[in-house]
């Protein structure tokens, strides 16, 4: 972040500075563990604990001043009064945002926007110094701090934009104001608090609504809802379920990408090279483009055709796209590969949905030897839960693996829907109750060498398992 006053900040946030020292911040952090140099420590009362109780650490830290909704006895440092300090957070990132002179690109969808976030950044990367999302900073919280942490030097932001509610992705796109969108697929994630895929298409689509004029607009061609996006004939994006009302700023070009020809832009002769990524032709609007990349599954293909139109856009050359999708990397958590012996584990386990989890399951078909699948519960489904699991069992089912391994209540249906499956080709089905159950007989139920899938959401804590593999 650029050098700013405290006391501009506090103006900017419509709080009152107490302890004024005349210092500048140099970014933001809502963890005192990770307080540094310059920064603004954002307290706010969390689900678990007072922020409140720890500015005393955040300052021996580094952090020159904090946000605060009251001042506690014994704190001097600079402090910000404010009624809401998530509000003051996204109020000063949005006027930061505005200052520089960048190119934003937000990234949203119900699947695979970390992993577009990567690819499009590796692509970017080759032409421009590009900032972008880390780890889950991707919320009401993460996004503004990311913002926050752009630097004087930076060309291009990628930003992940991750909501569960209405409304939510109108702040981060007000925070973000994007010049590039792009939605990856309209899924089943949150379900429980948007109702239907319509709704989850009103709630991403409320970024269009703070998009800097002229933005490009980039979604999944084949995806039966995106497909509905149209621009209007002033240039305003529209669809039959969006309220057109709100969509009041004009989009320089709507882009379709997939794998179909009749997108603008698609993927053709696509070969799997199993664990070693994928080689495709890249179909341009004005080039082909022979390309591949090294991390497995088709749906990363699909990723990576996003990031390609997006750079062209950004005016990135063929041989500079060819460079940043071959060095394109997954992070922990999103289908990435840990060398486990003679076999692999596949470490799908950050996030789940039914979508996602189908993709996942072909992803194990890829490995040779012993296979063997470990699902866990998908959360934040909504009143068709159960269904989701049992599909997500009959699915399974007709694969050949050695083991499945279901973990946690709702996987109970995963379970049974393995087990119903007429067609099943699976050799053993084994459903635990729990996290703890399956690291306590992992050593027992894993043998070495074996190519693992682990998949589930977050919630489950799989990740816990995956270290304990990686120690054997």
Same mark, same amino acid.
């Given at each position: ?5 405290? @006391? ?13 020292? #005349? ?27 007072? #922020? ?9 830290? #580094? ?22 300090? &998530? ?11 505005? @200052?520089?002179?960048?190119? %934003? ?19 970017? +990367? ?36 991750? &909501? ?20 990856? *697929? ?54 039959? %379920? ?6 009041? %700023? ?17 993927? +053709? ?37 996003? =990031? ?29 590969? &840990? ?30 030897? %012993? ?32 083991? =499945? &391994? ?22 053993? +089905? ?20 074996? *190519? ?6 977050? #919630? ?13």
């Amino acid at each position: 972040m650029k050098k700013m006053l405290i @006391s501009e900040a506090a103006k900017i946030m419509g709080g009152k500075l107490v302890n004024d020292n #005349g210092g500048y911040i140099t970014g933001g952090c809502i963890d005192s563990r990770k307080a540094y140099d310059g920064c603004l420590f954002v307290a706010f009362n969390g689900e678990n604990t007072d #922020g409140h109780n720890y500015i005393k650490n955040a300052v021996e830290g #580094g952090a020159s001043a904090a946000v605060v909704n009251y001042v506690p006895e014994g704190i001097t440092c600079p402090c910000i009064i404010v009624k809401d300090s &998530i509000k003051a957070l996204q109020d000063l990132a949005e006027y930061y945002r505005k @200052s520089l002179d960048i190119k %934003v690109v937000g990234i949203s969808g119900s699947v695979g926007k970390t992993s577009t976030k990567e690819i499009v950044a590796s692509v970017l +990367a080759a032409k421009y110094k590009v900032h972008k999302t880390e780890g889950n900073y991707n919320n009401e919280i993460g996004l503004p701090l990311t913002v926050l942490d752009i630097s004087e030097d930076d060309e291009i932001a990628v930003l992940e934009m991750g &909501i569960s509610d209405f409304g939510e992705m109108r702040v981060l796109s007000k925070v973000a104001r994007p010049d590039v969108c792009i939605l990856t *697929n309209i899924g089943q994630a949150h379900l429980e608090a948007l109702g239907t895929r319509d709704g989850i298409l009103k709630a991403k689509t409320e970024m269009f609504e703070y998009m800097n004029p002229d933005a490009a607009i980039f979604v999944w061609g084949d995806d039966d809802k995106l497909c509905t996006i149209k621009l209007d004939e002033n240039g305003y994006p529209t669809s039959e %379920v969006l309220d057109n009302s709100k969509m009041k %700023v004009k989009c320089s070009k709507l882009v379709h990408y997939g794998f179909e020809s009749t997108n603008d832009i698609y993927a +053709a002769d696509i070969k799997s090279l199993k664990l070693a990524g994928s080689t495709f032709k890249l179909v341009l609007s004005d080039s082909t483009l022979d390309a591949g990349i090294k991390i497995i599954g088709e749906h990363m293909v699909l990723n990576a055709i996003a =990031a390609a139109g997006v750079a062209k856009h950004l005016n990135l050359s063929n041989e500079e796209i060819f460079e940043g999708l071959k060095a394109a990397d997954t992070i922990s958590g999103r289908c990435h590969l &840990i060398k486990f012996g003679k076999g692999y584990i596949i470490d799908d386990c950050y996030n789940a949905s039914p979508d996602s989890m189908k993709q996942s399951i072909n992803l194990l078909d890829m490995g040779e030897g %012993v296979r063997i699948l470990i699902l866990g519960d998908m959360l934040e489904l909504g009143d068709e839960t159960e269904k989701m699991h049992y599909e997500i069992g009959k699915y399974g089912a007709t694969h050949s693996f050695d083991k =499945a &391994i279901l973990v946690g209540d709702l996987s109970g249906c995963i379970y049974k829907g393995i087990m119903d499956s007429e067609d099943r080709k699976i050799k053993e +089905a084994i459903h635990l109750n729990s996290t703890d159950e399956l690291l306590e007989k992992l050593d027992e139920l894993i043998p070495d060498d074996s *190519n693992v899938l682990f998949k589930a959401s977050n #919630g489950m804590r799989f990740k816990l398992a995956i270290e304990k593999l990686c120690k054997r």
